[in-house]
């Protein structure tokens, strides 16, 4: 198998997608060589399997592909953090600022117990906005987060500082 290490040569750039400027790591080529893709998972595991989490909270889209996986693994349940109207039941939202206009994510009410310990996964920790909108989400349902996972880092743009506070772990650093 695989080291962790190793994985980063797997990932695809994709110069200008989905904009001009923007070169995008694309996970598929992670996620469709099985080797790769459990390797990574592993990785995740090993990060948290000591920290005793109820629910692992992930973004959609490629979030929910990496959440559930290490959901699976960890034996937590798995919690869907949505755009705006994807949700059926009643719902918490929050609104945050992108870099032209906003947008809104959402969480069902009854998603989380109080005090619960949850872990947020995500694909990709960029500017940070997005898993920082999601701690405030996770504060109305009075969860306890316990620790923030990315199966990616891109270290040049400091997403880290906007998830102060928090405990916050990367497998694949560029
Ligand atoms: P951010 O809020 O800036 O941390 O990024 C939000 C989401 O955008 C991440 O979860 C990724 O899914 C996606 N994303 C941002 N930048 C990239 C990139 N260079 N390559 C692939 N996905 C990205």
């Known amino acids: 198998m695989k080291k962790a290490n190793m994985l980063s ?6 110069p200008d997608f989905p904009k001009k400027g923007i070169i995008f790591k ?6 469709q060589d099985a080797d790769s893709f459990k390797t990574a998972i592993d990785a995740l595991y090993g990060q948290y399997k000591k920290a005793r989490i109820d629910s692992v909270v992930c973004v959609e889209a490629r979030g929910f592909i990496i959440g559930a996986a290490l959901a699976y693994k960890l034996n937590t349940g798995l919690v869907l953090v ?23 994510l ?25 898993i920082a909108a999601v701690s405030r989400l996770l504060k109305k349902c009075k969860a306890n987060i316990c620790g923030i996972g990315f199966l990616i880092e891109l270290t040049f743009l400091n997403g880290r500082k906007k998830l102060k506070g ?4 990367s497998i694949i650093k560029y």
């Open 9 to 14: 040569s797997i990932i695809r750039d994709v």
């Open 26 to 31: 694309d996970i598929t080529t992670l996620l």
């Open 82 to 104: 949505r755009k705006k109207g994807k949700l059926p039941y009643k719902t918490y939202s929050i609104t945050y600022a992108l870099e032209y206009g906003t947008d809104t």
């Open 106 to 130: 959402q969480i069902h009410q009854d998603a989380i117990n109080k005090n619960s310990r949850v872990l947020i996964i995500d694909d990709v920790l960029a500017t940070g906005g997005t």
């Open 166 to 169: 928090y405990p916050v772990t």
